[in-house]
């Protein structure tokens, strides 16, 4: 048993490590910024939003020309409401977030906002409109205002401190010896991941986007961080148009469309009911789901016995 726990153990931290280098969304966009494959177009014109109604239309895509990720896809988000997408590991649910950021161009189909075409309107005011909450926040070594600023250049501290209260990471903050002038990131104080999701969700209130993209962490914080999360960013999305990159059926429930990504094709959509009375692949991957939480549930108890 133990020669058995000490292999999966080290390969469930590969795992992570590789999880976190390779998922974060921000840091992706951010590095990889200079070297992005797409461009302006000439008379590309700043996006105007109005409720920020996202539609993508019949959207294939491929990273390599050999083999096809996305087939079809084709769903809208009405302005100020939530989707969630769930699906396999692999499904696509990722690189849909990064066409909508124009991370890419789309091989066919299109994606609009609001009836623009993202390859009509400049890049800036794109990103302008979307916030990220990605699985793991990248931190700079610089003060914790700084991280939180970072979503908004030349806010003032009245408006740092009302974003980390909304995050409900002021008073954490506000106990430490140097309050929002201490150093975190690699080099300074290390948070934990729920901490540092807060510090994505005050930047994210203090950018006020119109759109928001919610790639929830693989990582499970433990269940009373989770939910306190979650109930704040139901209220970030509240009359926002969201995305939520689910890896947890659990936080789905109450999306207003959910749909479901198998190989790169949207196979099922609805909500939670409806998929559920649908007894398709959704209601498969809840029953698995609910299994596995009874038996996380009950193995505990088992290993004590
Ligand atoms: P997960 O739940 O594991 O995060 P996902 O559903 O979000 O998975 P994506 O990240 O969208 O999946 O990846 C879909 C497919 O595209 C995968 O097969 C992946 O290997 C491939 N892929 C992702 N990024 C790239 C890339 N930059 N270049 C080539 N292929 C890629």
Redesign the pocket.
């Known amino acids: 048993m133990i020669q058995l726990y000490i292999p999966l153990n080290f390969l469930g931290v590969i795992y992570r490590e590789i999880k976190q280098s390779l998922?974060d969304m921000e840091r992706l966009f951010g590095l990889l910024e200079q070297n992005r494959e797409v461009a302006d177009s000439r008379d590309a014109r700043a996006l105007q939003t109005q409720g920020a109604r996202v539609t993508f239309s019949n959207v294939e895509f491929s990273?390599?020309p050999k083999?096809q990720?996305l087939f079809d896809v084709d769903f809208t988000i009405p302005a100020g409401t939530t989707t969630a997408v769930v699906?396999?590991?692999?499904?696509?649910?990722?690189?849909?977030s990064?066409l909508l950021f124009r991370f890419y161009d789309v091989n066919s189909g299109s994606i609009t906002i609001d009836g623009q075409d993202l390859r009509e309107v400049t890049q800036e005011s794109l990103r302008h409109a979307i916030g990220i909450v990605p699985q793991d926040t990248v931190l700079f070594n610089d003060s914790i205002e700084y991280n939180i600023a970072y979503g908004k250049p030349g806010a003032t501290k009245d408006e740092i401190i009302a974003a980390a209260r909304a995050a409900s990471i002021h008073d954490f903050i506000d106990s430490l010896p140097d309050g929002y002038a201490t150093t975190v990131g690699e080099r300074g104080l290390k948070l934990s991941g729920g901490e540092k999701q807060r510090v994505a969700i005050a930047r994210t209130l203090l950018k006020n986007p119109a759109i928001l993209i919610f790639d929830e962490a693989?990582s499970a914080l433990d269940s009373k961080a989770e939910q306190a999360i979650q109930a704040e960013l139901k209220e970030i999305a509240k009359s926002r148009t969201t995305l939520v990159?689910a890896?947890r059926l659990s936080t789905v429930a109450d999306a207003q469309q959910i749909l479901v990504?198998d190989h790169?094709r949207i196979v099922e959509r609805g909500t939670h009911q409806q998929l559920l009375a649908a007894n398709g692949l959704y209601a498969q991957m809840w029953e698995r789901q609910q299994a596995r939480q009874d038996e996380e549930l009950k193995s505990p108890v088992e290993e004590l016995s």
Do not use: C, F, P
């Open positions: 998922a990273y390599e083999r990720i699906g396999h590991s692999g499904s696509g649910k990722s690189t849909l990064r693989t990159i890896h990504l790169g």
